[in-house]
């Protein structure tokens, strides 16, 4: 049973706009949240976070949400570029500090 | 600084031969995490360590061993390669207990054939 879902496979942006990238979670004891980001033949790379204190934690042109009480979290870039092409994994930290992973969003931003 | 890196970036197998990926990092980090990653899911943990000498299991640990003889390596071990271990395998390394970031290496892609 999968904790952490990102339904969405992929996603297709214009270069400009606003890229939304989703992610939902089961497990109520998950209280730090974490994106990172996956260029091919590469290994992830750490982008943002958030503990589940927080509501909001904006970084530049990248921005995530948190709403707990509907277990979702989310992730804003805005303004969309060509570089941020790229597979976007979100990752739910429970209290043991064990990392479990969403299946991805390939994200592709169109010139 | 290196950061965290993976020995080899490629093998092929065949079903029934072992071998041992190579993680190496020089950041001074306590803990250690070796995940695979498969087509359409996300990383599953396999073995992780807290410390130098302490090993544990994950998610997925069946088929693989690991050793953590020196705090700065993280070994995973393939005793007997089976085609369902085709997969690429990342290693990982956290700094402390309060920290929340773990720091990826490039991968090892593992086919068995």
């Known amino acids: 049973d999968q904790q952490v879902k990102q339904n969405s496979p992929s996603l297709s942006v214009q270069e400009g706009r606003i890229s939304i990238l989703n992610c939902d979670y089961t497990?109520?004891?998950?209280?730090?949240f974490l994106w990172y980001k996956k260029y091919p033949a590469e290994g992830p790379t750490f982008l943002i976070s958030?503990?589940?204190?927080?509501d909001k934690n904006e970084d530049g042109r990248f921005t995530v949400f948190l709403n707990k009480s509907a277990k979702h979290l989310s992730l804003h870039i805005v303004p969309s570029q060509p570089g941020d092409s790229a597979v976007y994994f979100c990752?739910?930290?429970?209290?043991?500090?064990?990392?479990?992973f969403g299946s991805g969003t390939q994200l592709t931003v169109l010139p | 600084n290196a950061g965290v890196t993976q020995t080899p970036k490629f093998r092929v197998l065949k079903t029934g031969q072992s071998m041992t990926l190579l993680c190496a990092q020089d950041?001074?980090?306590?803990?250690m995490y070796w995940y695979r990653q498969d087509p359409g899911m996300g990383l599953r943990l396999i073995h992780y360590?807290?410390?130098?000498?302490?090993?544990a299991k994950g998610e997925v640990p069946d088929g693989y061993n690991v050793s953590r003889l020196k705090k700065q390596n993280f070994l995973l071990g393939l005793e007997s390669a089976a085609p369902s271990q085709t997969s690429v395998y990342f290693c990982?390394?956290?700094?402390?207990?309060?920290?929340?970031?773990?720091?990826f290496g490039p991968g090892t892609r593992l086919l068995v054939l």
């Open positions: 990982a390394s956290r700094g402390t207990a309060k920290s929340e970031t773990q720091y």
């Open positions: 497990n109520s004891m998950f209280d730090y």
């Open positions: 958030i503990s589940s204190i927080k």
């Open positions: 990752a739910a930290s429970d209290t043991a500090r064990q990392l479990t």
């Open positions: 950041m001074n980090h306590e803990y």
């Open positions: 360590s807290v410390g130098e000498g302490t090993t």
